[in-house]
């Protein structure tokens, strides 16, 4: 198990990564006052393990998935946490995938201004993203994290523990978060491609969870609040992805990055970012975990949710995070139009 401390101005946080790293639980939340979040398919899963390390604490169930990340939810756990009578010291555990650690989190960073929380996420996506780093959202209206606050967990627990019971799909989720980070670190990327037969193998999945964890708290540590552009970096393939992700429903959100990374692929070398070699080196890895690229129907109109995406500036403008070489990444402004008429006639291309 690794230690990966995680120092920003707001709040330190640790990380612990590896086998072994759910038994600290104990020591983490001994004499706390505790308060469980999950969802209705990872509490029929670890019921027992939550009634044995959670010290029998109140435990809010969610309904499970995306379309359920929404206010109906954030209220439902405020209201049981009120039940509960939660006070400032309380500490409230998201145990979930990435839905679950979103919505536990902005409802720690509200109740009472703010209590302790940690997160033990449950799925390779969570583990390698989005449990770390202090995001925190709800869906509002059909856009996407769009109420939400920065609030970084005390602790954040990710044991391979609980990818044993997570369904082949949601590992290829987690991988799509896994390659974007490769391409934000040359290391990782040339990780990638030396095990890319390993892709589903757990020890080398334990491994590149610590080696993701660790390249994105020395962003977020720079970058905590998204403000000087650097985090930015992390939303790789996600303009794209979050806009089919919102149009099309079917997915989830970890496959529309794949996608939205192809995609995305493809506009870094028509403008020019990115050399075709190198493009061709992340589609071979996007492509071993993305078989088949799904006809999308309208796709036009889906690109046009990208308008709503948080990272544009200007009106009519999508900022798109693109790879440019190995390691480096580079930030590509183009009009509504260009964006809209690009995505169509690359889908077109592959469908
Ligand atoms: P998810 O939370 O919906 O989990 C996927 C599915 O796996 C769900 O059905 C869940 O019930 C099930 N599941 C969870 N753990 C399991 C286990 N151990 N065994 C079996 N089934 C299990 O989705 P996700 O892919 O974990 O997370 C996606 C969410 O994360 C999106 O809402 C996305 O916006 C968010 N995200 C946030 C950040 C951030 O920085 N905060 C970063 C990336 C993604
Ligand atoms: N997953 C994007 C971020 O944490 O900033």
Do not use: W
């Not at 390698?128 to 509002?140: L, P």
């Amino acid at each position: 198990m690794q230690t990966i401390a995680l120092n920003t101005k707001s709040r330190p946080s640790t990380v612990l990564c590896g086998a072994g790293a759910a038994k600290q639980l104990d020591t983490i939340l001994d004499g706390k006052d505790v308060f469980v979040v999950t969802d209705e398919n990872v509490y029929g899963l670890y019921k027992d393990f939550i009634a044995e390390n959670f010290g029998g604490a109140p435990v809010c169930v969610l309904p499970a998935g995306e379309r359920h990340k929404n206010r109906r939810s954030l209220f439902t756990i405020l209201d049981k946490m009120l039940q509960a009578r939660l006070r400032r010291n309380s500490t409230l555990v998201a145990f979930g995938g990435g839905v679950v650690g979103d919505m536990g989190g902005l409802a720690a960073s509200l109740y009472m201004r703010g209590i302790h929380a940690v997160q033990v996420p449950t799925t390779l996506l969570a583990q390698v993203d989005s449990s770390v780093g202090g995001k925190t959202a709800i869906d509002h209206r059909g856009v996407k994290n769009v109420i939400g606050t920065f609030y970084q967990p005390e602790y954040v627990v990710c044991d391979p523990l609980f990818l044993r019971t997570l369904p082949q799909r949601e590992l290829k989720c987690g991988l799509g978060e896994i390659i974007k980070t490769g391409a934000l670190d040359a290391k990782i990327l040339d990780k990638l491609e030396r095990n890319a037969e390993r892709f589903f193998d757990f020890s080398f999945l334990e491994e590149i969870t610590a080696d993701c964890v660790r390249f994105k708290a020395g962003v977020v540590e720079k970058d905590e609040c998204e403000r000087s552009g650097l985090r930015k970096c992390l939303n790789m393939g996600h303009t794209t992805g979050h806009a089919l992700e919102l149009f099309y429903k079917r997915r989830s959100h970890g496959e529309y990055v794949l996608i939205g990374m192809l995609l995305e692929s493809y506009i870094a070398e028509k403008f020019d970012i990115c050399a075709h070699d190198y493009a061709e080196e992340l589609r071979a890895l996007i492509g071993k975990v993305l078989k088949r690229v799904p006809r999308f129907e309208n796709i036009a109109e889906a690109a046009g949710l990208a308008l709503y995406d948080k990272k544009n500036q200007g009106e009519n403008e999508v900022s798109l995070i693109l790879p440019a070489k190995r390691g480096e990444f580079a930030e590509l402004r183009l009009t509504d139009e260009d964006y809209i008429g690009s995505v169509e006639e690359i889908a077109g291309g592959l469908a």
